[in-house]
């Protein structure tokens, strides 16, 4: 099972970026499936969730920015990310619980 992460860039603050998750042998729509992000040096901090049901959950630091979806396959997960700050800057990662895939770097510019 692979799951990865992709999407990620550079942005000015106020900015927005979309990040998309995807996997190998694990159906996602299947799957609660978690968006965390790290700063190195850091602990890995957790952003929001999707449930199979589509409900969903965020960290009160991105509650209003942030938004979690599927789309209509289930088969990809997106991260819409609007107002972007810079302490939103770290390596975002996706996970089901058990796999974690390779993250993408999202840098947000002062």
């Known amino acids: 099972v692979q799951l990865q992460a992709s999407g990620g860039g550079l942005v000015q603050a106020g900015g927005s970026l979309r990040l998309s998750c995807v996997a190998s042998?694990?159906?996602?729509?299947?799957?609660?499936i978690d968006w965390y992000r790290q700063v190195p040096g850091k602990q890995r901090e957790f952003v929001a969730f999707?449930?199979?049901?589509?409900?969903?959950d965020y960290a009160d630091s991105v509650k209003g920015r942030f938004t979690v979806s599927r789309d209509n396959t289930g088969n990809t997960v997106y991260l819409q990310m609007n107002s972007l700050k810079p302490e939103d800057t770290a390596l975002y990662y996706c996970?089901?619980?058990?796999?974690w895939g390779q993250g993408t770097l999202v840098t947000v510019s002062s």
């Open positions: 996970n089901n619980g058990i796999f």
């Open positions: 042998g694990l159906a996602l729509r299947l799957n609660t």
């Open positions: 999707i449930k199979p049901s589509g409900g969903s």
